[in-house]
């Protein structure tokens, strides 16, 4: 799908990137694994607040989603100017900062239900994770070469999905022991949070960055080259499924779900993408970024179809005619990985932070898309209408990458030129 021969910026910078700088093997593991870990953290308090909140806020669902989309909203605007800070000062003293000030405001909704101030909280919050998702990407970005990006990339989705179901989960097993009062679960994630900040603060060392001397970038795009910047509808597509997913329990039960199923249906779905994500992540590293991508677009084209033909007649349980979907979403997951280390492949050193910050932003668009759009279907049609706007948007979003990646002059089945 995309020229693999472009994925790097000469041959000359692949051969230096063969292993990454200054860094033994072993340190290396070190801190890729903690920043996986406070990712899935991270990750995890947002979902461990997604099952708090309705029960925690005194207000209606409306009011239960303006307060959830706080987060989303403020991570979306502050990605961008997060990602320069990030190249200009330095990718530790982010991650720190954003691990230590999200573990502390979490703990702080444990002292108020008053819905303006928990809102407000709420969004500070998305500043913290912004911060926290941009160094932790960045870093990766440091301590990987082309050779090993893609595994690198996908062990980062791994941690970002499992998070949000272990949060779910997690939150769950707290309510369990405090019953109402909620104010102790929001403190024991805050508590979490902060064992990863602490983990960080003691195996985290700085990566290189650029010097604080550069020109200040009005256009943040400037940090993604035309190639890249055309896989960025695919990339809000896929992002705002992931916010559609989030709304999606709810129509399942009023379809006919059991809850039971719904957990072990939502459980095992998360682990089947993460573990897609570490699989698909590996084979853009042997077979190139741009093969693995078109992989990923075919799983997108079947769960397309195949959602289509479920829409025909909803199961109301777990049903073999799910199989396919289950399927083409698995292998669908190899476009997540893939982009990603593209992106990290082809951004000029000096700017990874701006350019991680770029698909942050997305990530963070998409779930606001997502969260309104499966709740807007969910009101008017139920599960067929978020199956019917999940179709559309990935149909648009896909097309839209294909013409943007057929113009930048990327695409595989291109004509080769003569010698």
Known sequence: ??????????????????????????????????????????????????????????VG???????????PLMELISA?????????????RVLILG??????????????????VVSIIHAIMGFSGAAVTVSSLTMIT?????????????????????GYALGVTYAT??????????????????ILLLSASILSLMWVSETRHSSAHQKFMVNPLTALDPSTRAILPLWLGLTSILGVVFVLPRSLMETGFRSSQIGFTFALGAFAVGMGSVIFGRMSDKIGRGKTLGIGVVGLVVLLFTTFDVITSLPTGISPRLVPVGLGAFIATATVPSALAYVGDRANRNLRG????IYSMILSLGLVIGNLLGGYSTSVGGLRAILEASAGVLTVSLLATLILLYRSGSLRFRQKQSS
């Not at 669902?61 to 987060?71: D, E, H, M, T």
Request: no cysteine.
């Open 1 to 58: 799908m995309v020229n693999d021969s472009e994925a790097g910026s000469s041959s000359l910078e692949r051969e230096r990137e063969a292993v990454p700088e200054d860094r033994s093997l072993a340190n290396t593991g070190r801190q890729l694994f903690v920043l996986y870990v406070s990712m899935l953290v991270t990750r995890a308090g947002f979902g461990s607040v997604l099952l708090l909140f309705p029960l925690y806020l005194a």
């Open 99 to 116: 691990l230590l000030s999200v573990s502390l405001l979490t703990m702080m909704l444990s002292l108020t239900r008053d819905f303006y």
């Open 61 to 71: 669902s409306f009011g239960v989603g303006i307060a959830l989309a706080a987060y």
């Open 354 to 357: 701006s350019a991680m910050g």
């Open 173 to 190: 097993a707290i309510l369990h022991f405090t019953g109402s009062h909620y104010a102790f679960a929001f403190i024991a994630t805050g």
């Open 80 to 92: 961008a100017p997060v990602g320069r800070y990030v190249d200009l000062k330095g990718r530790r």
């Open 142 to 162: 440091d301590l990987t070469a082309v050779s090993n990006r893609g595994i690198g990339m996908g062990g980062f989705d791994f941690a970002n999905i499992m």
